[in-house]
C-alpha cells in the first residue's frame, strides 16, 4: 500500500508541475499574442499614413511640378516638335529590320 501511494504521490506532483508550466507558457504565448496584435495594428495606421501621403504626392500638379524641377521636363510646342511622315518611319524601320 506504501507503495502505491508514493507512486501516486508522485504522479500527482508530476501532473502539477506540469500543470504549472502549461499555465506558464500559456500566459506567455497570450501576452505575445497581445503584442503582436498591437503592433499589427501599429503597422496598419502607418500604412493608411503613408497610402494618404502617396495619393497626395501623386496628383497630377505634383508630378508635373516634380516634372520640372527635377528633370527639367518642358511641355511640347510647335517649336520643338518633330513631325515624322509614315512612308519615312516606315523606310527607317525597314533599315534597321536588315
Given at each position: 500500500?506504501?507503495?502505491?501511494?508514493?507512486?501516486?504521490?508522485?504522479?500527482?506532483?508530476?501532473?502539477?508541475?506540469?500543470?504549472?508550466?502549461?499555465?506558464?507558457?500559456?500566459?506567455?504565448?497570450?501576452?505575445?499574442?497581445?503584442?503582436?496584435?498591437?503592433?499589427?495594428?501599429?503597422?496598419?495606421?502607418?500604412?493608411?499614413?503613408?497610402?494618404?501621403?502617396?495619393?497626395?504626392?501623386?496628383?497630377?500638379?505634383?508630378?508635373?511640378?516634380?516634372?520640372?524641377?527635377?528633370?527639367?521636363?518642358?511641355?511640347?510646342?510647335?517649336?520643338?516638335?518633330e513631325y515624322v511622315a509614315a512612308q519615312e518611319a516606315?523606310?527607317?524601320?525597314?533599315?534597321?529590320?536588315?
Amino acid at each position: 500500500m506504501t507503495r502505491l501511494s508514493i507512486v501516486l504521490l508522485a504522479a500527482v506532483l508530476a501532473t502539477a508541475l506540469y500543470l504549472v508550466r502549461v499555465q506558464y507558457e500559456s500566459r506567455r504565448l497570450v501576452t505575445e499574442l497581445d503584442r503582436a496584435a498591437a503592433l499589427a495594428r501599429v503597422l496598419e495606421t502607418e500604412k493608411a499614413e503613408l497610402e494618404v501621403e502617396k495619393q497626395a504626392q501623386s496628383t497630377a500638379p505634383r508630378v508635373e511640378q516634380m516634372a520640372r524641377q527635377r528633370l527639367g521636363m518642358r511641355l511640347p510646342t510647335p517649336a520643338i516638335t518633330e513631325y515624322v511622315a509614315a512612308q519615312e518611319a516606315a523606310a527607317r524601320g525597314q533599315g534597321a529590320v536588315r
